[in-house]
């Protein structure tokens, strides 16, 4: 038991989580962030997705990494991740179907995503399973938080919501508050990501 | 002047390392260097090649080229809204003028606190000498927004537009776009109803003080050309009008005159680049005509360069020396290829009927690319003929 939780094992599972960050520290993944933040809801779906996407191809690539031909590796990885990001497509589908509406394509994108094939290649094919599952889990909640901050402020300032639910009184709409609609551009989650960033660095100096 | 001077150096010990109010050095240091040419030379070690004329008091200048379009504007306030109330032949000239006065002053007192406030408060942060690039942006940000813009939004746009057009750039003569036009591009994209969308935001409708006429909600007055992106083939402004400037429109944008007499002194002192300025209003004008000759704008060449906020992003948006192309060359295509945007967006997108914001903002963007291209083919035709030799 000990074994599994020793410490290398769990700088795996929460080194992504602050200073490995794959979004404000490796800068991956950038493009779904944007697209998909601009309410809560799918955004915490995206990151779910995500996390359990990468913390089993990780998983599965790290079992059958030492019979991966080196050089069609790349396909091997791109099979087993498309498998799974069909798997999650059709529970979403069947389940959430109206957060997988509003996700549409991202979902199939998700087989593109920076962070899927770099902890593939940099972890999972030289890591033993279990520390590349945490590994993978680590990355994904990585993911998931970025995007679930970055959906918080634009949900609230730019539809005056959080969870579709009415956050911003009525009294201030009738005293002259109006939403942000530039909030509900993907171009202004770009600018909040940069804000995440600069309050991290200047939090954790080690990075600049 | 003596005893402002006297003033100064009295309290200027409470400012230094261990004074008192050491925490507002950057305030005092910026209002002296305002009200006074700093006595500092440069080192004598090297050679410095020092403009009599400091960066405070060009600003100064491109303030008072803007002081008549300003007054204008304010007078135009208070005519729009005795227009629309149907009282015109009652509202006095001075009536009219001070309505439009109160309707400006408190956008202009807005965008100065919260913009210097950010200013001062890096300054003082960074423990860097304070600068003095807000003076013309907190005074044209008010000029280019229309007069119903609430203040809290105004606030917001230029905190917004000081701290990431600006500060994160590195401030002052750092900064890659127009600080005021970022100002007006997120208000423009943020709240598009309050900025463009009916035509009640141009026209101020409640007395203010007792001055000025209650305006009835029914009435709507639209910018010449928002009732051509709206499909109308005539104006219903006649064309003196809108040389003088009294239509709708952005508080300093509508009067061309007094815009030209700004122009004149950006000009004839030496601070706005004329090469920059006549590029532009070609640029526009061949295009207007192109399109005019084409069936595809009602709009004259001339009238594109007359109507919107044409004139005043050419003179004084445009050949702001920060942001704007640096090579004279580069200055050509730079400003042709502003007007060509800009009247290519207004007539080809039905959603906006201005594009000078975005083809000023467009082409600040490509600036240092034109400078670029410039400074190689300088070089390497240099090299060639040294070659040559």
């Known amino acids: 038991m000990s074994q599994l939780f020793s410490k290398a094992n769990m700088e795996a599972l929460t080194s992504p989580l602050n200073l490995n960050n794959p979004v404000v520290v490796q800068v991956l993944g950038i493009c779904s962030a944007l697209a998909v933040t601009a309410q809560l809801e799918p955004a915490i779906v995206m990151g779910l997705s995500v996390t359990i996407i990468t913390a089993f191809s990780n998983l599965i690539i790290s079992l059958i990494r030492n019979s991966i031909p080196n050089r069609i590796r790349i396909i091997v990885q791109l099979v087993v991740v498309a498998a799974l990001v069909t798997i999650v497509s059709q529970v979403l589908k069947a389940f959430a179907y109206d957060v997988s509406v509003q996700l549409s394509v991202y979902v199939g994108l998700i087989i593109t995503n920076c962070i899927l094939m770099g902890r593939l290649e940099a972890f999972a094919m030289m890591n033993k399973p279990w520390p590349s599952f945490l590994d993978g889990i680590g990355n994904g909640i990585g993911y998931a938080i970025i995007l679930v901050i970055v959906a918080f402020f634009r949900e609230l300032l730019g539809s005056g919501t959080l969870f579709g639910l009415q956050v911003v009184p009525q009294w201030c709409y009738d005293h002259g508050y109006v939403n942000n609609g530039m909030m509900t551009m993907p171009a202004m989650s770009l600018i909040i990501v940069g804000c995440v960033i600069w309050a991290h660095r200047a939090y954790n100096k080690e990075l600049s | ?389």
Not at chain 2, 44 to 70: C, E, W
Not at chain 2, 97 to 112: Q, R
Not at chain 2, 361 to 372: C, Q, S
Request: net charge neutral.
């Open chain 2, 1 to 389: 002047m003596n005893s402002l001077r006297k003033f100064f150096d009295k309290i200027k010990p409470n400012f230094e390392e261990g004074g008192k109010l050491h925490a507002f050095r950057s305030l005092y240091d910026g209002f002296d260097t305002f009200a006074f040419v700093p006595n500092t030379t440069s080192g004598r070690v090297g050679t410095h090649v020092h403009d009599a004329i400091d960066s405070k008091r060009i600003m100064s200048l491109v303030v008072i080229a803007l002081v008549p379009a300003l007054l204008f504007g304010m007078y135009n306030v208070g005519y729009q809204n005795a227009l629309a109330a149907g009282q015109l032949e009652q509202a006095s000239f001075w009536g009219m003028f001070w309505f439009g006065f109160l309707a400006v002053l408190p956008k202009i007192i807005v965008s100065y606190i919260v913009g210097l406030g950010i200013e001062f408060t890096v300054a003082q942060w960074k423990n860097e000498e304070i600068h003095e690039g807000f003076l013309v942006s907190g005074i044209i940000i008010p000029m280019i927004v229309p007069v119903n813009t609430p203040l809290w939004m105004l606030a917001i746009a230029t905190a917004f537009a000081v701290i990431f057009a600006k500060e994160i750039f590195g401030g002052t003569g750092m900064n890659i776009f127009n600080v005021a036009l970022i100002t007006r591009a997120f208000l423009f994209f943020s709240y598009p109803s309050s900025m463009t969308g009916d035509d009640t935001v141009w026209v101020a409708q409640n007395t203010i003080c007792g001055l000025g006429f209650d305006v009835p909600d029914t009435f709507s007055a639209a910018t010449p050309l928002g009732e051509i992106a709206a499909g109308a083939t005539t104006l219903s402004t006649s064309f003196c009008d809108q040389v003088c400037g009294f239509i709708p429109g952005s508080i300093g944008e509508t009067s061309v005159i007094a815009i030209a007499l700004g122009a004149c002194l950006l000009l004839w002192t030496g601070v706005a680049s004329w090469k920059t300025m006549l590029s532009v209003f070609v640029g526009g004008a061949l295009t207007g005509w192109c399109y005019n000759a084409l069936g595809l704008s009602p709009l004259t060449a001339c009238q594109h360069i007359v109507l919107g906020g044409f004139c005043f992003g050419a003179v004084f948006m445009a050949t702001d020396p920060v942001t704007s192309a640096r090579t004279e060359g580069g200055k050509w295509i730079y400003g042709f290829l502003i007007g060509f945007v800009a009247v290519t967006v207004r007539v080809l997108n039905p959603g906006y009927p201005e594009g000078m914001m975005l083809a000023i903002l467009l082409m600040n963007l490509f600036a240092p690319l034109i400078d670029y291209c410039f400074v190689s083919r300088n070089i390497s035709k240099r090299a060639k003929r040294a070659i040559n030799k």
